[in-house]
């Protein structure tokens, strides 16, 4: 269940041709308050019974480096199964050094094996992330580069899920994208290279790269040379998720959590992404139907509103 506030006070919607209605209203304001407010922080304190600034300490250099690692090897993961569920039409040549897909000719049967050995709904996503933060708490950082790829993928299917209940057609690469996207709007701080944590900054950031990745995933004529438009799309996303997962990390860190606190603590880190994810692709299915400046403007003036409250 997404912790998405479900308050029923309004926010004047700008005045136009166009106007949203009351429920759409109402769903762009869970949005804002879920976007603007991720509080991960928090969620990770309480699943590991620690106070918020040991969540928050630095870590060691030699743990930040593994980290790192594991969070861009969790992102090539990421976009080879968001491409690979793509139709066979739009595959394009496997470029050299990010393995997309298991095999280009074959892609339809790569995605549906995926889909019966990956569960489909939120909870049992969340079970089996918590299996896999058991595996971690009770291991600790061994266990990293192997637990995050497969959470990440887990995490994946669910915003896909997400997507999909939002309207969302992910055959179209640019949608399918978007998904790997949401990776990327629940850090904050200045340590990444995105400094900018509102919503629409990190949009705004993200969107000559995934433009230029989604351009390449969808034209077989491309060749392997535009690869780094999806090495540098995943760079980014990974550049913000690593804040992240850097505070999970540090949650499983906590002495004695063991692997009870570490399913609690992935469990909590899967809540976070289904609620960035619908509140992302609710944003996005506004601007289907209202146009993107009215909702822009509907959702500075719900940010603002929020803020002064």
Do not use: W
């Not at 470029?95 to 709904?121: E, F, Q």
């Not at 230029?212 to 913000?240: C, T, V, W």
Request: proline share 5%; hydrophobic share 50%.
């Amino acid at each position: 269940m997404s912790p998405v506030d479900t308050s029923s006070d309004t926010v004047p919607v700008p005045a136009g041709d166009a106007a949203l209605s009351d429920a759409d209203a109402a769903a762009l304001r869970r949005a804002v308050r879920t976007l603007e407010n991720p509080g991960l922080a928090a969620r990770l304190s309480a699943a590991a019974g620690a106070p918020l600034d040991m969540i928050g300490r630095a870590l060691p250099e030699a743990v930040t480096g593994a980290v790192s690692r594991a969070t861009e090897g969790a992102m090539h993961t990421a976009l080879r199964v968001a491409l690979a569920t793509l139709p066979e039409a739009q595959k394009t040549l496997v470029p050299a050094g990010i393995d997309l897909v298991d095999t280009v000719a074959a892609p339809s049967s790569t995605a549906r094996r995926l889909g019966r050995m990956l569960p489909s709904s939120d909870f049992a996503h969340k079970a089996m992330a918590a299996v896999s933060g058991a595996v971690g708490g009770a291991f600790g950082l061994a266990t990293l580069a192997v637990e995050l790829p497969l959470s990440t993928t887990l995490m994946l299917r669910s915003i896909a899920g997400i997507a999909r209940e939002e309207g969302e057609d992910l055959a179209d690469p640019e949608n399918a994208l978007a998904c790997v996207q949401v990776f990327a709007l629940g850090g904050r701080g200045s340590e990444t290279p995105l400094t900018e944590s509102g919503y629409f900054a990190v949009r705004a950031a993200l969107a000559k790269t995934m433009a230029e990745a989604a351009r390449y995933a969808g034209n077989r004529a491309l060749l392997d040379e535009a690869a780094p438009a999806l090495i540098r799309f995943s760079a980014q996303i990974a550049a913000r998720f690593g804040v992240v997962v850097s505070q999970k990390v540090a949650a499983q860190a906590v002495p004695i959590l063991g692997a009870v606190g570490g399913a609690a603590v992935n469990a909590a880190f899967m809540d976070h992404f289904q609620a960035m994810a619908r509140a992302h692709f609710t944003v996005r299915r506004l601007e289907r139907t209202y146009g993107a400046a009215l909702v822009r403007t509907a959702y500075e003036a719900e940010k603002s509103a929020t803020a002064a409250a």
